[in-house]
Every structure is written in C-alpha cells, then in structure tokens.
C-alpha cells in the first residue's frame, strides 16, 4: 500500500506536532510574549493520535517525528511513543526536540522506542543563546549528553544560520559537534509567519557557508541515514558530517516525501503552503478507519508542486511552532 500524490511523490514520512507550546522563544519562530495557543480540549488525545498514525502506516508510511512547538512539553509523550512504536510498519520514529528537557527524559524517550533525535541548536555562546532563545545553554548541553548517555544515535544539531546573528558561531559548533559527536546541520531561515518573515532579513545562502568551511577543512561528500533533504559532507580524517538544507536556495520539492499534522488534527502537506485539511471533527464524529484511510489519501491530493517561499513569502501566515516544523 502506498500513499502517492499527484505529482507521483511517494508520501513516507508524517511530522507530528504534539503541542504548540515551548518552554523557548527563538526569535526567528515564536513571537516574543506569544499566549495565543490552542486550547488544550483541542489538541488530539494519544487515543485519537494513535488512530491517525495506524492508518497513515497503513497506507504506506513508514517514519513518524514528534515535534512541536516543544514536544517535551506534552505530558507522558514516552507513554505516547511508546503506543506509535509498536504500531506494525512504522521502522522509524524520532523526535525533533530544543533539548531543554532532554535530561530528564532522554532514557524514557529511548525505552519508549525513539531512536534518534534532532536537536535545535544555534551557538554554543551562552550569552548569544539566551538572546535567540531566552532560555539557558548549559540546559541544553545537559540535555544532549544526557541523550547520548541514553544511546540516542545519531543525534542530529540543528543550527538555523542567520548573519550577522550566529554565522560567526560556525567553526565553534564544528568543534562542539566533533568533540560529542554528534552530526551538524546548517538550515536557511524560512519565512515562515511574521518571525519567520522578520528572520529572513539575516537569510545567507548555505553555498556561501559551505565555501567557506572548505577553506578550512577537506569536506568530501557523505551519505546519512534518515528521511529529510538535507545533504551532507563529511570533514576528512573525522567523523563529523555536517548537513546542509537549503529550502530557500536550492529547494527540494520534486522529492519531498512528508506531510505534517499539527497538534490539533490539522494535516499541512507542506510548510510553505495554507493547505490543510481537519482531522480533528472526523475523528470526534466516529469515522471509520476505511473512511480515515480514504479521508487521508484525499488531503494527500492537495499536496503542492512546491512551496512558494520566494515568489510569496507572505504567503505563510502560521509559524513554525504551529506546524510541526
Ligand atoms: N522545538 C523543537 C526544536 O526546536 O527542535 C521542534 C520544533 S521547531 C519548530 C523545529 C525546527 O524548526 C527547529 O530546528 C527550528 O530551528 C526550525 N525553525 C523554526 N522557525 C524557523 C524558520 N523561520 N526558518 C527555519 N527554521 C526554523
Ligand atoms: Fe520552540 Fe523549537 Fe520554535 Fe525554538 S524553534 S521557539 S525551541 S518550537
């Protein structure tokens, strides 16, 4: 069974936004003083959740994320991995987290079936972090070693690179990545709501970013397991890989293999994109799992060609958080 749109893309891959809440601020994605968010009697139950993963599995998808806004804001999510996990035809499920609480539930997390993360980070300089983000670095770097201590593997860093703000910080998240090992990923600000809009005033083309680093290091190309578009080089003679994704530079729509359901039942086919179907009052009014099933394959048509973040970048009111970026 295979879930396929029709531009003849293959979807494989939900991102599942379990809250649109976040224990963070990052300028670029929440606006500052932020309490608009969904009511919680809103947001899907782990029962109705379960339901919608089981018949996306059913129809072909294979990878589920747990994102946010900040999943680990979600009551129990261990207990709700755990319950997707043993879902039959899910071989992936993984979590994109800030971090921030990765210390107390990274072992769950593991125990639960999540076997590896993404982590936001966008300078390892404390002061720097903390006007990104408002919260507190040394949270975060607890958080990784605490997942790593778990057998979280791979753990993927996340950096949005804006200049003038933490382009900069490059070369020191080199180091940092390369001495835990974990793997780094460059991503260009997307104009993704008013912040995101606000952000795209620091965008740098990646290109501009990987020259640079091939000054200092022998980048050779590299592949990494995982369901994204990011591509990777690896730096000669370590084992680091950096990951470039470059939605607005170089997209990658011809072989985008995701849809994303917000924490309230809402499928988006694609970030940049107002398309989206509700889940939510079907599941509430006692559909049947043929009708969900075939509910889905519908929404999946209205999937675009590809996002218009250049031509239209006031096209996307929502920001991220409330995606499931
Ligand atoms: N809170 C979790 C986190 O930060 O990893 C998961 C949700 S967050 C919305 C997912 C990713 O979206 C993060 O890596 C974040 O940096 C990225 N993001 C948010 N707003 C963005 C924007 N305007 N442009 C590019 N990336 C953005
Ligand atoms: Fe929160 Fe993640 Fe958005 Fe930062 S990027 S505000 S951590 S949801």
Excluded at 16 to 32: E, I
Aim: hydrophobic content about 40%; overall charge negative.
């Amino acid at each position: 069974m295979s879930l396929i749109d029709k531009y003849n893309r293959t979807i494989k891959y939900l991102r599942l936004s379990v809250t649109d809440r976040c224990d963070l601020r990052c300028f670029y994605c929440m606006p500052n003083g932020f309490d608009g968010y969904e009511e919680p009697e809103d947001w899907l139950n782990f029962d109705e959740i379960e339901r919608v993963i089981a018949s996306f599995t059913r129809l072909g998808v294979s990878s589920v994320r747990l994102t946010g806004g900040e999943p680990l804001v979600r009551k129990n999510l261990p207990e709700l991995a755990k319950r997707l996990a043993a879902l039959p035809g899910l071989d992936d499920l993984s979590l994109s987290t800030n971090a921030m609480q990765l210390g107390k539930h990274a072992e769950a997390l593991y125990n639960a079936g999540i076997s590896r993360i993404n982590a936001s980070l966008d300078t390892v300089d404390p002061v720097k972090f903390k006007t990104i983000t408002q919260g507190k670095l040394d949270k975060v770097v607890e958080g990784l070693l605490a997942a790593k201590a778990a057998g979280l593997n791979p753990i993927k860093i996340n950096m949005v690179i804006m200049k003038g703000v933490n382009d900069d910080d490059v070369e020191d998240m080199v180091d940092f990545c390369k001495e835990h090992e974990f793997t780094l990923r460059f991503i260009e600000t997307m104009p993704m709501g008013d912040t995101g809009r606000d952000a795209v005033d620091y965008y740098i083309d990646l290109h501009e970013i990987e020259a640079r680093l091939e000054k200092k290091y022998e980048l050779i190309p590299a592949v990494m397991a995982g369901a994204g578009p990011a591509r990777y080089v690896q730096v000669a003679g370590t084992d680091l890989k950096i990951g470039f994704i470059t939605p607005i530079s170089q997209h990658f729509c011809d072989t985008c293999n995701r849809v994303r359901m917000s924490a309230t039942g809402t499928l988006y086919m694609c970030l940049g994109d107002e398309h989206k179907y509700e889940l939510r009052p079907l599941l509430r009014n006692g559909i049947s799992d043929a009708d969900l099933d075939q509910v889905i394959r519908d929404a999946i048509n209205l999937k675009p060609l590809k996002h218009e973040f250049n031509e239209k970048p006031e096209k996307v009111v929502r920001f991220m958080s409330m995606t499931g970026g």
